[in-house]
C-alpha cells in the first residue's frame, strides 16, 4: 500500500485552520494566564516556596476548600439526581418554573447569593434562628461554607444529568420488569449504571465550580484564620498586601491539585462510559 | 399456557386502540399479531404482558383459566421481546442472560454455579457459545435479538411475547432469523404471540395470524385460510397483491367463481389471473398491455382495462407463458380470472 491511498481524504475542509484557531484561542484564554501564574512563582526561591504553601493557616484553607468542595460536590449529586429525576419523570403543576429556578445559582452574581445566605442562615436569620435551638450553626461556620458551595453548583448536576435521564429508553425498565425485577432492583441495576457517566460528569463541575468559588463563601463564612479561610480567600488577602509571589504559588498549588482530581474524575467517566457504550 | 382475551379496550385521551377486543391464543402455538401501524397489536401484546393496563370497566386477561387482568408484569411468568432490544448496556451478554434469575429473592434463586449453567444452555439454544463475555455493543443486530431473547427465556416464562422482533433488522437477517426463531419454537414449544406488520413473515412461520385493523380483529385463521379466505376487503389487501376490479367484467368465465352478493368490486389476486391473446373466440377481459417485470421468478405484467382505462391490474404469469404469447408493451390481451371474491358492503380502506 503507497502513502496517498493510506491518507483518507477529508470532505470537509478547514481542520488545518480550525485546530489552529483553537490551539491559538486556548493559549491566549487559557494558558497564558496559567503560565504567567507559574512565572511569577518561579521568582520565589524553592525553600520560600515551599513555606509559603505549607503555612499552617494555608494548609488548614486547603482542607477546608478541598473538603467542603468535594462534600458540596457529592451533596449535588445525591440531590441534583433527585432533583432531575422529578423534572424529567412527572409532569406537575409548575414544572417549568422550578426547572427555570435551576438554573438561578449559575445567573446570580455569587456576592448576592454569598448575602442572601448569610442572611437567612445568621442567627438571627429565618432558617438560623430555627437552627440555633438545635445547637446547628450554619453562617459564619464551616457549615456555612458547605451550603454556599452546594448553592452554586446544583444546576451543574442537575443540568449533565436531564438530558441523558430523558433519553432513557423506558423498554430498559420495562424488560427488567417482566424480568421480575423489583422497582428498587431495577433503579439500581439498569438505571444507575446508565447515570453513573453523566452523574460523575456532573459532580465534577460542581466540585470544580466550588473549588475556585469565591464571591458566595467570603459573606457566610467568617473568614475566621484556621477554621473558615477557604484558599482563594488566602490569595485575595496576599494579593492585598502586595504579596503577588505567594498569592500565585498558592494558585498554583490549587492549579495542579485541581487538575490532578479532575484528571482523575474525567478518567473514571471515561471508563464507566466506556463500559455502556465502548 | 393459553391466553384468552376478553372485550378489552384501551383508549390514549381521544385515541382508541383497542375497541372491544376479544381473542384466544392457543397453548403451544406461534401466533402472530398482524397489521398496520396504529392498528392496535402492539398495545394489546403489551396488556398481554402486563405493561399497558386496558381501560378500567373494561374485560379480563387469563392465562390458561386464571385472571391475569390485574397481575403487574413480573409476576405473570412472561418474556418480552423488544424491537430494539433493550439489552443492559452495562452487562456483559451473560449477565444479561442471567439478570431474571439473578434478582430472584434468595430462596428462590439457584446458586452461581446453576446459573452460570444455565446461561451456557441458553447460549448455545440461541447459537451464541463463546459470546458470554461480550457488551451488546460489541454484537450484530441479530445477535443482539438473539441474546435479548435468551433473557427471555431465561426465566421459564409460560408465554413468549415478541414485539416487532426483527423491524430493526436489514432483510437479510430478518428472514434468517425468523426461520430461526420458527425451528426454535418447534424446539421448546412455547405459547408465542409475535407482532408484525410484515405480512410475508406472518405467512411463513406463525401456526395461526390474528388481523388487526383500527383497534379491531378483522381475521383470525391459519395462514392458508386467511390468504386463500379473506374475510373482508381489508384483510385482502393487506395480505399480498390484490386487484380491484370494478364490476361487471367479462373476465370471470365461472360463475361459481366467486360468490356474488352484488357487491360492487372483485378481489383478485395476481397469481389468479390468466393471459390468454386476442383470437378464436376466447372470451375475457380486455385490456392494454403497458409494463413487464421479468426480473424474478415469474413475470409480472401491468394492464389497463379497455373498458375503465384508469384501471390498473397487475397479473403474475410464468415467464414461460409471456414468451408463448409474444406479447409487446401496447398489445391487446384477454384477462381471464381463476378466483375472486365479491364482498356484499363495501369498506372504505
Known sequence: ?278 | MSIEVQNIRKTFGPFTALDNVSLRVPSGRLTALLGPSGSGKTTLLRIMAGLEFADPGSGRIQFHGADVTNTPAGQRGVGFVFQHYALFRHMTVADNIAFGLNVRPRRERPSPAEIRTRVERLLALVQLEGLAHRLPTQLSGGQRQRVALARALAVEPKVLLLDEPFGALDAKVRKELRRWLRRLHEEVHLTTVFVTHDQEEALEIADEVVIMNQARVEQVGTPQAVYDHPATPFVYEFLGNVNRLQLPSRGFAQAEAFDVNGGRFAYVRPHDIELLPVQDGFDGELAQLRTVHTAGSVARVTCTRHHAADEIIEAEVSRQRLTELGLQIGDSVLLRMRRGRVFAEDFAI
Open chain 1, 1 to 278: 500500500m503507497n502513502a496517498t491511498a493510506s491518507t483518507s481524504r477529508r470532505i470537509l475542509p478547514g481542520f488545518g485552520l480550525s485546530l489552529g484557531f483553537t490551539l491559538t484561542y486556548l493559549g491566549l484564554i487559557v494558558l497564558l494566564p496559567l503560565s504567567a501564574a507559574f512565572l511569577k512563582t518561579a521568582g520565589l526561591t524553592w525553600d520560600e516556596f515551599w513555606t509559603t504553601i505549607t503555612a499552617p493557616r494555608v494548609l488548614a484553607s486547603y482542607r477546608l476548600s478541598f473538603g467542603a468542595s468535594l462534600a458540596a460536590g457529592a451533596l449535588n449529586a445525591f440531590f441534583g439526581l433527585l432533583v432531575a429525576w422529578v423534572l424529567v419523570r412527572y409532569p406537575f403543576p409548575g414544572r417549568k418554573l422550578v426547572n427555570a429556578l435551576v438554573d438561578l445559582p449559575f445567573a446570580l452574581p455569587t456576592a448576592v447569593a454569598g448575602i442572601a445566605l448569610t442572611a437567612v442562615y445568621a442567627e438571627n436569620g429565618w432558617l438560623g434562628g430555627l437552627l440555633r435551638p438545635l445547637g446547628v450553626k450554619v453562617a459564619f461556620n464551616e457549615l456555612g461554607v458547605l451550603v454556599a458551595l452546594t448553592f452554586i453548583g446544583l444546576p451543574f448536576v442537575v443540568r449533565t444529568l436531564q438530558p441523558v435521564l430523558e433519553e432513557l429508553e423506558p423498554e430498559l425498565e420495562e424488560a427488567a420488569a417482566t424480568l421480575g425485577a423489583s422497582r428498587w432492583q431495577t433503579l439500581r441495576r439498569v438505571i444507575f449504571p446508565e447515570l453513573l457517566p453523566p452523574l460523575l460528569t456532573g459532580f465534577a463541575l460542581a466540585f470544580a465550580r466550588a473549588l475556585g468559588e469565591y464571591g458566595s463563601v467570603v459573606f457566610i463564612s467568617g473568614n475566621m484564620p484556621m477554621r473558615t479561610e477557604i484558599t482563594p480567600l488566602l490569595i485575595i488577602t496576599k494579593l492585598e498586601q502586595y504579596d503577588y509571589r505567594g498569592a500565585t504559588a498558592l494558585a498554583v498549588v490549587m492549579l495542579v491539585a485541581s487538575f490532578a482530581l479532575l484528571l482523575l474524575i474525567n478518567t473514571l467517566q471515561k471508563w464507566s462510559d466506556w463500559r455502556t457504550r465502548s
